[in-house]
């Protein structure tokens, strides 16, 4: 899908049924605007289910304030129209109630986005409103004034969250950031400890992480089997969207196709529309002409060449796993028999290591150290298989989650001991 060439009221039902159905918000809550070049507002019409909202239903305000539409525009109207009003660079406003950006309003804090540098660096312009009355004067006065010294997204105390950008795709984009960020601090205070937040140097080094500087090659014709394995690798990386692994923005998916070869998901397509024939085609270190693969392709190639039975290579950001990551939290696959059946042992590695040594993080990684976690930053798995990859992130993020469940029931953990770990080895031959 080319979301760019919808009409505002087919990019309002998507984006909406995207918050709705990615648990952002309830049926009867949230709402979303785009102001057109002739200065329309289209918005979400009042008291309709957000879960089979209709382009129909989308109700318009002319710039006279004529309202056009077969119901009332939402309630919180007049706060969409006061941004517009003092932001002449704004061309899309959403609001929703995303359970762990309210937890963070109704105790009064703002997510760190210091513990994770793409949400820093994406989210800087982030404040909260004191609690107004929904739908009031004084809250749409509030969020103007807020907004118009800069702001990009607001959390509303005690009610939900406003995020605000030049087109709804990228004001979307905001809101899955800074959800994904509230989310992995929720976890990491769940598992009992801080998160801690990266270093101005740190930040500096993922700054300086830019663009893979591959030469493409011009001449391409796919064979057969390069479309099935770029269908097969679309259909995994959609599906990692849909299980919450991979965000619009984040997650990186690699296959390789033969030798030096492989397949990997573009950096400026949203994962959730990606078509098969997004993806970029690396060969001998080339990149396919025209086109922007990930920013860690680079490594990718280097894992590929290091380790010849790795066939397929994540880099995600899952909200579970992500609580290990941005804090000093141990990862104890002997917990739990299927996290050490499917990923043996876990290894957490210093943030920037994949950057500023990728030779030799590519070494580090193979099928019997499939995983390993980059403090403040990701984790990336390998396999045997792209499938084989998916099941592996799957597992990793499902453990997490168990993880997270175990410290909130309190009581001691109990380890798998020796005999019970390898009689496991010599059964799966680990
Ligand atoms: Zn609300």
């Known amino acids: 899908m080319n979301f760019q060439m919808l009409s505002p009221a087919e990019k309002i039902v998507e984006i909406m049924n995207r918050i709705y159905y990615g648990g952002m918000t309830t049926a009867s809550g949230g709402n979303l605007s785009i ?6 507002i289209w918005i979400t019409p009042s008291g309709t289910d957000k879960g089979s909202l209709r382009t129909e239903d989308i109700v318009r305000i002319m710039p006279s304030g004529e309202i056009i539409g077969p119901y009332p525009p939402s309630v919180e109207h007049p706060f969409h129209r006061e941004i517009y009003k003092r932001r002449p660079d704004i061309g899309a406003v959403l609001h929703a109630h995303p359970p762990a950006l309210v937890s963070f309003s109704v105790v009064q804090q703002l997510p760190k986005l210091s513990v994770y540098p793409f949400v820093k660096y994406k989210c800087g312009n982030i404040a909260s409103i004191p609690f107004k009355f929904p ?3 004084e809250l749409s006065e509030a969020v103007g004034e807020k907004f118009e010294r800069g702001t990009d997204i607001a959390i509303l105390e005690n009610h939900g969250v406003v995020t605000a950008a030049k087109d709804l795709h990228t004001a979307f984009s905001l809101l899955e950031a800074v959800n994904l960020c ?3 601090e929720i ?3 769940a598992i009992g400890h801080m998160p801690i937040s990266i270093s101005p140097k740190h930040m ?3 700054m300086l992480n830019v663009a893979s500087p591959m030469k493409e090659f011009v001449e391409h014709i796919p064979t057969e089997r390069e479309n099935v394995a770029r269908r097969e690798l679309c259909a995994l990386v959609r599906r990692s969207y849909q299980r919450q692994m991979f965000t619009g923005e984040q997650g990186t998916y690699s296959m390789r196709l033969e030798g030096d070869s492989f397949i990997i998901t573009p950096c400026d397509k949203d994962r959730a529309y990606l078509e098969p024939e997004d993806l970029v085609l690396i060969k001998n ?9 990930s920013r860690s392709a680079d490594l990718h190639a280097r894992i590929y060449r290091n380790n010849q039975d790795v066939n397929s290579v994540i880099i995600a950001h899952p909200p579970h796993i992500m609580a290990f990551a941005v804090t000093d939290a141990e990862f104890d696959t002997k ?4 996290t050490y059946i499917t990923l043996r042992e876990v290894k957490k590695i210093p943030f920037g290591a994949s950057i500023m040594q990728p030779e030799l993080f590519a ?5 019997k150290n499939p995983v390993c976690i980059v403090e403040n930053d990701c984790v990336i798995v390998c396999s045997s298989s792209a499938y084989a990859a998916f099941d592996s992130l799957e597992v990793l993020e499902y453990s997490a989650k168990t993880l997270v469940g175990a410290a909130q029931l309190g009581g001691s953990y109990k380890k798998m001991n020796d005999d019970e770990l390898n009689a496991m080895k010599q059964k799966f031959g680990l």
């Open 35 to 40: 102001r057109d070049a002739d200065g329309v």
């Open 285 to 293: 270190g080339y990149r396919q002409g025209g086109k922007n693969p």
């Open 182 to 184: 509230a989310n992995i």
């Open 363 to 367: 070494r580090e990684v193979d099928l």
């Open 187 to 189: 976890n990491a205070m």
């Open 204 to 206: 500096a080094v993922y």
């Open 335 to 338: 917990l739990i028999s299927e």
């Open 135 to 137: 739908s009031s004067i």
